[in-house]
């Protein structure tokens, strides 16, 4: 029997190099275990897995997925958000005198010149025998 070659499983793969990601995967699986879809025939586990492409006894998808999930470090959960809580002053009073709207808040803006400045004004403290 003629050895597979890539253009046997080309129509179920397009992409050569997916095919040899694919069936490279599959024949790491066949070393570790997994059981065979079809006769070995003295087939090593390369030759096999193309054979297994080929002959549609897996799943090209299946293959991907599972390809996909076995180079995945980390794999994440989407899980809802917890809403942050709003901060409960402990003066309720405080509330009403400072409530600000989230739009009308502002940030001073200085520039470097100016703090340069205001750092040049600064007189160092004045030295005690304390320290």
């Avoid at 990601?21 to 096999?48: C, E, F, Q, W, Y």
């Avoid at 297994?52 to 006894?57: L, P, R, S």
């Amino acid at each position: 029997m003629a050895r597979v070659t890539v253009e046997d499983c080309i129509d179920k793969v397009e992409n050569r190099f997916e095919l040899v990601l694919l069936a490279s995967h599959r024949a790491r699986m066949i070393s570790s275990g997994s059981p065979l879809t079809i006769d070995r025939d003295n087939d090593k586990n390369p030759v096999v897995a193309l054979r297994e492409i080929a002959d549609q006894t897996v799943s090209p998808e299946d293959l991907k997925e599972d390809l996909i999930h076995s180079l995945q470090k980390f794999v994440e959960v989407d899980e809802p958000e917890e809403e942050t809580a709003p901060m409960v002053p402990s003066n309720p009073q405080a509330v009403q005198i400072n409530a600000v709207d989230d739009n009308e808040v502002e940030f001073d803006r200085m520039t470097e010149e100016d703090l340069l400045k205001g750092l040049e004004g600064l007189v160092p403290p004045e030295r005690s025998d304390d320290y």
